[in-house]
């Protein structure tokens, strides 16, 4: 048996989402379109309460960047003229 939930909320208890019910499957899928958007923070998460509710948990942020070297062998090579032929 699928658990189906028709209403998603905000750890605080605001409401993230009201309709139709939907699988934890599909929860996860709109919470990562979400992210993509940047509707909510990168690092997110859905959870099943005491009370059997989902809940969206903002985690923190990732940061922006990360100071480390790229290895040799993972940097891209660029060419600007590859692929053309003259």
Known sequence: MTNAFSQISHAD????????PLSLADAQ????????????????????????R?????????????SRPVPPNLSPTFTPRAGRQE
Request: charged fraction near 25%; charge should be positive.
């Open 13 to 20: 208890g605001r409401a993230y989402y009201q309709g139709t």
């Open 29 to 52: 899928i709109m919470l990562n379109d979400d992210i993509l958007r940047r509707t909510v923070r990168v690092g997110a998460y859905l959870r099943v309460d005491d009370a059997g």
């Open 54 to 66: 989902l809940v969206l948990v903002n985690g923190p942020a990732l940061r922006r960047s990360i």
